[in-house]
Antibody, heavy 119, light 113 residues
């Protein structure tokens, strides 16, 4: 059974970098595609980006200039960095697994972590 | 971007009755080469992450009760719950995975009347 767990600071100051880690169990990070998705009251569910098992990344164009997703195969983790955050980046952040390589519907989600951007 | 628009925003249905959620995409998500619709449905209960219900518009994910069904093609899709149960109270989302910018509908809140 695949499980995902997000971790990271719940409070980030404006203009700083949001950093989250997703720890995967029950599946190898070297398989599948791994995504970050966020949910805020104002914008609903928003796909941020993904990293593939081959190391290819794809980002939402609206966030591309500020986002980096990377994997750590030794720890079976993947991470999200979002720079220059503002209050608009306040959201629940989910990590998720795509069901099949290249088919980006999400069959496993982490519980989510609330990140608040505030000074 | 493909914009996904759901209707209604909320609905209240009596226990045991049918609930219908609609999803419309701003462009077709049907791949004519394989005749598949790149459309998924999710259920999100309060305080939980979304849960995959359907993919390819009409294929139930393993473990999803058969009172859930999906239909539609091209730009218009429907999620139907026959015989609504109390545990079906949730927000339902559609999502397209046809383009490399994956987008979700705004959600439909389903309550018991």
């Amino acid at each position: 059974q695949v499980q995902l767990q997000e971790s990271g600071p719940g409070l980030v100051k404006p203009s700083e970098t949001l950093s989250l880690i997703c720890t995967v169990s029950g599946a190898s990070i070297s398989n599948y595609y791994w995504s970050w998705i966020r949910q805020s009251p104002g914008k609903g569910l928003e796909w941020i980006g993904h990293m593939s098992y081959s190391g290819r990344s794809n980002y939402n164009p609206s966030l591309k200039s500020r986002v980096t997703i990377s994997t750590d195969t030794s720890r079976n983790q993947f991470s999200l960095k979002l720079s220059s955050v503002t209050a608009a980046d306040t959201a629940v952040y989910y990590c998720a697994k795509a069901a099949l390589a290249g088919l980006m519907y999400f069959d496993c989600w982490g519980q989510g972590t609330l990140v608040t951007v505030s000074s | 971007d493909i914009v996904m628009t759901q209707s209604p925003d909320s609905l209240a249905v009596s226990l045991g009755e049918r609930a219908t959620v609609n999803c419309k995409s701003s462009q077709s998500v049907l791949d004519s080469s394989n005749k598949k619709n790149y459309l998924a449905w999710y259920q999100q209960k309060l305080g939980q992450p979304p849960k995959l219900l359907m993919y390819w518009a009409s294929i139930r994910e393993s473990g999803v009760p058969d009172r859930f069904s999906g239909s539609g093609s091209g730009t218009d899709f429907t999620l139907t719950i026959t015989s609504l149960q109390a545990e079906d109270v949730a927000v339902y989302y559609c999502q397209q995975y046809y383009t490399t910018l994956y987008t979700f509908g705004q959600g439909t809140r389903l309550e018991i009347k």
